[in-house]
């Protein structure tokens, strides 16, 4: 992973409600301090001098309590504690509340190369912001040669080697109606453990597509915004690869086959393409069968209940029959020596 | 696996003519080949790929290639990028 620093995390895209609204008021040159930890830290304790277990790397989030008691420090012009605090290693400073801190702690943190960043949200709102922005940041990832497309609300990674016909799959699928979240490079990000969250691994780039024979086009701008999508959870891998004809395809798909990204077992399907296929459709259908899936409904599962039924259903009956004939033959053994008319009467029934 | 560091030697680095020559070049083989920038890794017969390494003017490229004809490919990769992409 790339270096995160507290540059990045000003440059940090979230908007509404993940908003941090940070700016920087002081450090500058502390800038491009690294941010190891996504951990915060309410410096009261070391304000106050007490540095026992003092975790390192933190992010110091200054809330009106920590700010009020600086103003204290100040007009005791006792620095001691924040001199302390400044030489321990922490990545930045943020007061929160739009709070200016004092001149004096700005000059600190100026000569201790520690950036100071403030933004107007509540503390607990902002603690809560960031800790999610940088789980974020710091959730395990991986780029993945491929195209992420959402079809029907389900987001589909369509992989397969190049040429298969990823992309032209995927603009089938746009063309239809349906989003383009990335192609290409995939930037997949493993989130509170079990989620997985695609993205375009070069969000300035946009969302292009490459297309054999027409080279590169920009969809937003042909299909509209309505065609795309910034980030989508991964709930579906469909591989494309070649017909071989000596490989076995699943032709029930009553089992569940996954595949794992990033520790997380993610729906697979393998799907082989040849000239007269129409993948698209295939996709789509896959998206909708996942969706009833995780409605509790596996179509090859229930067909093959019914069919279990329905055989069931027809030894039940042949049952009857047996007996019927059982009695026939032994009807007709009797005959031998009564005469058949028995048996006759119960062959007319 | 063959694996082998490049060094982009135009001065505009790899915009989409070089990547679509890169492209050409490298599927002309059969074996997988990628390139990695930092820790990201791309594949060398995808131009959307290539271009997002955004890899400008002397930043070096590792380029591996898996396969049985990774030799050829390597080399004529190496060519192309000393020839500066056909460029200046």
Redesign the interface.
Known sequence: ??KFTVLDLLDLDLKEHNALNLKCIGGRSGLTREITVPDLNRPGLALVGFFENFGPNRIQLFGRGEYAYLLKLEREDNQENLEELFNREISCCIFTHTLAPPDAFLEISERARVATLQTDLGTSEFAERIIRALSNVFAPQE?M?GVLVEVFGIGVLIVGD??VGKSEAALELIERGHRLVA???VEIRCVSGNILIGAG??KT?GH???IRGLG?INITHIFGVGAIRDNKQVQLVVELELWDQNKVYDRIGAEDRTKEILGVHVPYLQIPVKPGRNVPIIIETAAMNERLKKMGYYSAREFNQSVLKWLESENARNLYFEKRRELLEREQQKGGSAGSSNASIIEAD | MLQKELTIRNRAGIH?RPAALIVQTA?KFACKINFQK??????A?????I??L?AGHNTKLTVTADGEDEQEAVDALERLFESRFEEE
């Open positions: 992973m790339k780029v040669h190049s040429g192609d290409d490079a691994a070069h780039l292009h597509m490459e590169i | 989409a599927t930092d820790n990201e890794t791309v594949n017969k995808s131009i959307m790929g271009i997002t955004g």
